[in-house]
């Protein structure tokens, strides 16, 4: 047995080595709120989950996405029992590690039925409606505010489970007039309406409910490599963009780059 033929196994062996030590599992979380993130059956996975998967694998990751209500996955990732969430806004995931930009615009708006002839006006409007809202989400200051007042006023505010999709309980109780408007992404309400085949002119805005913002991937404040893999989701996103690789992502949920 040679030298050389030995020197070459050995370094196989430790290209192999090597290659399991640094080839992480990234453990992603979030809750379905569709084209972000799907549920843990990833039918469809949601934009996010897809994009995090195809930088993982460029750099050697793989990632586990499981799903759980969205208050779970920030108390998961917070602790460092998880890796990043996706969904996330800067405002109910503060103190997390995330990459220098967003990956897409996110705005709440107000959503009701065709008929309705009530307007969303500010807080003061929503004195004599009431209005649906998913538990434990945050909907920007203002919102957050009117909800924390009026919590448990059930005349004023249904606030439905954040387990599966909210959005379907929520299109569910507008339609049999429990309640008068939503606050819901004009993302997800949009795919949601296409997903049940519903007439879209059927649910129309209400009024905008605050400033549109960047949506996250956001990563453990736990832990160095929750800064490492921000890093690494902020680099891969021009090398997805680049090769085409995001359009192909984003044209299976029929939406457009954000940078375009």
């Given at each position: 047995?040679?030298?050389?033929w030995?020197n070459?196994v050995?370094l196989?062996?430790?290209?192999?080595?090597?290659?399991?030590?640094?080839?992480d599992?990234?453990r992603?979380r979030?809750?379905p709120?569709?084209p972000?993130?799907?549920?843990?059956?990833m039918r469809?996975?949601g934009?996010?989950?897809?994009?995090?998967?195809a930088?993982?694998?460029a750099?050697?990751?793989?990632?586990e996405?499981?799903t759980?209500p969205?208050?779970n996955a920030?108390?998961l990732?917070r602790?460092?029992?998880?890796?990043?969430?996706?969904?996330?806004?800067?405002?109910?995931?503060?103190?997390?590690?995330?990459p220098?930009?967003?990956w897409?615009p996110s705005?709440?708006?107000?959503?009701?039925?065709?008929?309705?002839?009530?307007?969303y006006t500010g807080?003061a409007s929503l004195?004599?409606?009431?209005?649906?809202?998913?538990?434990?989400?945050?909907?920007?200051d203002e919102?957050?505010?009117y909800?924390?007042?009026h919590?448990g006023?059930?005349?004023r505010?249904?606030?439905v489970?954040?387990?599966?999709?909210g959005?379907v309980?929520?299109?569910?109780?507008?339609?049999?007039k429990r309640?008068v408007?939503?606050?819901e992404?004009?993302?997800?309400?949009?795919y949601?309406?296409e997903?049940a085949?519903?007439?879209?002119?059927r649910?129309?805005s209400l009024?905008?409910?605050?400033?549109v913002?960047?949506?996250y991937i956001a990563?453990?404040?736990?832990?160095?490599?929750?800064?490492?893999y921000?890093?690494?989701?902020?680099?891969g996103?021009?090398?997805?963009?680049?090769?085409?690789?995001?359009k192909?992502?984003?044209?299976?949920y029929n939406?457009?780059?954000?940078?375009s």
């Amino acid at each position: 047995m040679s030298d050389r033929w030995v020197n070459s196994v050995m370094l196989t062996v430790g290209l192999l080595l090597s290659s399991a030590v640094f080839a992480d599992e990234i453990r992603i979380r979030a809750d379905p709120w569709l084209p972000y993130s799907g549920g843990s059956d990833m039918r469809p996975a949601g934009y996010m989950v897809e994009m995090a998967q195809a930088i993982a694998k460029a750099n050697g990751h793989t990632i586990e996405y499981r799903t759980l209500p969205w208050a779970n996955a920030l108390e998961l990732v917070r602790a460092g029992s998880a890796d990043c969430v996706v969904g996330a806004y800067k405002s109910d995931a503060e103190g997390f590690e995330f990459p220098a930009g967003g990956w897409g615009p996110s705005g709440n708006l107000f959503w009701g039925l065709a008929e309705t002839t009530w307007r969303y006006t500010g807080p003061a409007s929503l004195a004599d409606v009431r209005i649906g809202v998913i538990e434990e989400y945050s909907y920007g200051d203002e919102l957050d505010a009117y909800i924390e007042q009026h919590a448990g006023d059930t005349a004023r505010i249904e606030v439905v489970p954040a387990v599966g999709r909210g959005i379907v309980r929520l299109m569910a109780r507008l339609i049999g007039k429990r309640i008068v408007a939503f606050v819901e992404d004009q993302s997800v309400l949009a795919y949601a309406v296409e997903q049940a085949q519903m007439d879209p002119a059927r649910i129309i805005s209400l009024g905008q409910a605050g400033e549109v913002e960047p949506v996250y991937i956001a990563c453990t404040p736990a832990h160095p490599r929750g800064r490492t893999y921000a890093d690494m989701f902020d680099q891969g996103i021009a090398e997805l963009r680049k090769s085409g690789k995001l359009k192909q992502i984003l044209d299976a949920y029929n939406l457009k780059d954000w940078e375009s």
